[in-house]
């Protein structure tokens, strides 16, 4: 069983940065994502990468902003995000699958986090 727990999020001024974090525990993951709800919108693909890093990719609204990485030390999953716009508020969720390859699709994915809410407000 896999177990997703997402930190990090919160209020932060338009410009400013947080970083989100996602520890992974349970069986060995083989796809990691970070998707999205704003409020009253559909969930959204934020991005991906494989277990190992080498293969990684980005929505086109935070390519050059926002950077997802793993620390091998502690199977801990990271979203770095900077230069954050107010339309950047939403619920983020973890995501991870442990034999389906690293994709856009949410169908994809099979474990989920409970997400963290991040605010872009002045």
């Known amino acids: 069983q896999v177990r997703l727990v997402e930190s990090g999020g919160g209020l932060v001024e338009p410009g400013g940065s947080l970083r989100l974090s996602c520890v992974a525990s349970?069986?060995?993951?083989?796809?990691l994502a970070w998707f999205r709800q704003a409020p009253g919108k559909e969930r959204e693909f934020v991005a991906a990468q494989d277990w190992r890093g080498s293969k990684r990719f980005y929505a086109d609204s935070v390519r050059g902003r926002f950077r997802m990485s793993r620390d091998n030390r502690d199977n801990t999953i990271y979203l770095q995000m900077n230069a954050l716009k107010p339309e950047d508020t939403a619920l983020y969720y973890c995501a991870a699958d442990t034999t389906n390859r690293a994709t856009m699709r949410e169908i994809d994915y099979r474990e989920w986090g409970q997400g963290t809410q991040v605010t872009v407000s002045s």
């Open positions: 349970g069986r060995t993951l083989n796809a």
